[in-house]
């Protein structure tokens, strides 16, 4: 069984549309994250949830939008896409929010904007 | 702001060799410290942690001490093989999220 799973795995689209990442945990953790990796290989944290709230939204545009419709699934939906959202996207989960929780990554998805 | 510095790579092994990769970081408080793991095409696997100064966090041969006084936790391995091939990413946890460093390419070769 896949611990956390995302979905799509590639999303090549246009500049202009809208789209959807899923990601659910099987591990009945609290805490879930969206990375985001660069094509340098560079992480960083945009969004974080815990129980279904907001704790962590880092300086990222508001066209990305996170949702989290329970504690085992958390959701990007990004609106006009731009080129520069090209990136691969992780999502993680951790047991509870603070600083000694390991956070468990999925595979990611590949997002590619033409 | 919390922040984490790694050696740049990419580094370039033969099999059995000794692996550091250098990691220092800035932090305010008591952070906790990791390594993290990604193979080709995969997402991020922890490899080892350590919670609070003088830990020495191991798994799969890898080894990091954390030092307070000099502010790293650098990673070690003995004897490297064609598998460890990755790149590993330094981070750290002050609250509630991971702050990574550049991550540092390693190849093995046979």
């Known amino acids: 069984d896949t611990a956390v799973s995302q979905t799509p795995k590639y999303l090549v689209t246009q500049m202009g549309n809208d789209k959807s990442i899923k990601c659910e945990q099987n591990l009945g953790h609290d805490t879930m994250y969206w990375y985001k990796q660069d094509s340098k290989k560079f992480l960083k944290i945009m969004f974080s949830y815990n129980n279904k709230e907001l704790i962590i939204n880092e300086t990222v545009p508001n066209r990305f939008s996170p949702k989290s419709p329970d504690k085992a699934h958390l959701n990007l939906h990004i609106n006009s896409l731009e080129l520069g959202d090209s990136a691969v996207y992780f999502c993680?989960?951790?047991?509870?929010?603070?600083?000694?929780?390991?956070?468990?990554f999925g595979p990611g998805t590949r997002l590619t904007v033409t | 702001g919390d922040s984490v510095t790694q050696m740049e790579g990419p580094v370039t092994l033969s099999e059995e060799a000794f692996l550091t990769i250098n990691c220092t970081y800035t932090a305010t408080g008591y952070p906790s410290l990791f390594w993290y793991v990604q193979y080709p095409g995969e997402g991020l696997q922890l490899l080892l942690k350590?919670?609070?100064?003088?830990d020495k966090g191991s798994n799969k041969g890898f080894e990091a001490t954390y030092r307070k006084e000099t502010t790293s936790f650098h990673l070690e391995k003995g004897s490297v093989q064609v598998s460890d091939s990755a790149v590993y990413f330094c981070a750290l946890s002050n609250d509630y999220k991971l702050s990574f460093g550049a991550g540092t390419t390693v190849t093995v070769r046979a």
């Open positions: 993680a989960s951790s047991q509870a929010s603070g600083r000694a929780y390991e956070q468990y």
């Open positions: 350590a919670t609070k100064a003088d």
